[in-house]
């Protein structure tokens, strides 16, 4: 059986990274005018308990506001955070977030290690 894995603020090119890798469902939750994906994705959690991460794409205050919504709706979810700004981590951490910074070098290769700490 796959793991299923629900997605939010995640760019395409991350998408497709873990689209190759195989062995996930993904399920995405795009933002939209009248709510965030993040929201989405924390109702959709209260009906279907089986993801088993979920990976936030958001940068910056808005990623962060994010984790801690997800956090407090499932405070057993594994989350990953990629962001592109350092330092959120130790907010990350606070909240009991994985946290991956998005930056050089390229994060297709590490993908995959990601995964295995988070699951």
């Known amino acids: 059986m796959k793991k299923m894995i629900a997605l939010c ?13 195989g062995g996930f469902q993904i399920l995405r939750f795009f933002d939209e005018r009248e709510r965030r994906g993040d929201v989405k994705l924390a109702y959709f959690l209260q009906n279907d308990p089986s ?12 990623g962060l506001a ?4 997800l956090r407090t709706q499932k405070s057993t979810l594994p989350i990953l955070w990629l962001c592109d700004r350092g330092e959120f981590e130790p907010e990350a951490r606070r909240l009991g977030v994985n946290f991956f910074g998005t930056g050089p070098p390229d994060l297709e290769p590490t993908i995959p290690l990601i995964l295995k700490q988070c699951i």
């Open 9 to 21: 603020g995640v760019d395409e090119k991350i998408y497709h990274i873990l689209e190759q890798y």
């Open 66 to 69: 994010a984790c801690d919504y």
């Open 51 to 62: 993801v088993e991460l979920a990976i936030v794409g958001y940068s910056g205050a808005q």
